[in-house]
Nanobody, 124 residues
Framework: QVQLVESGGGLVQAGGSLRLSCAAS????????MAWFRQAPGKEREFVAAINWSGHSTYYADSVKGRYLISRDNAKNAVYLQMNSLKPEDTAVYYC?????????????????WGQGTQVTVSS
């Protein structure tokens, strides 16, 4: 049974940093693309960042480009999201997702497994 567990969320002041982690279990994820999405209250879930199976291809939403960095450690079945220069509008529940193929997309419906989410709150 595939399980994704996010951690690292919390409360931070604007301009601060957080590092999210997602630990995957119940399978071998080194051949799968992984991504982060987020959902703010009253809004739809939106794409944040994605990484392909090898880590050599990444993609970011315009809203986080230059501030966030996605990475992965296939030996640990883990994906990370380093978030810098955080803004109040980054406040959301952040979700880790796995797509059962090599390449990423930006569409939530293309991902097969999801974590429970971790809350990130940025105060002004």
């Amino acid at each position: 049974q595939v399980q994704l567990v996010e951690s690292g969320g919390g409360l931070v002041q604007a301009g601060g940093s957080l590092r999210l982690s997602c630990a995957a279990s119940g399978g071998t994820f080194s051949n799968y693309a992984m991504a982060w999405f987020r959902q703010a209250p009253g809004k739809e879930r939106e794409f944040v960042a994605a990484i392909n199976w090898s880590g050599h291809s990444t993609y970011y939403a315009d809203s986080v480009k230059g501030r966030y960095l996605i990475s992965r450690d296939n030996a640990k079945n883990a994906v990370y999201l380093q978030m810098n220069s955080l803004k109040p509008e980054d406040t959301a529940v952040y979700y880790c997702a796995v797509r059962s193929t090599y390449t990423w997309t930006v569409r939530a419906r293309d991902y097969d497994y999801w974590g429970q989410g971790t809350q990130v709150t940025v105060s002004s």
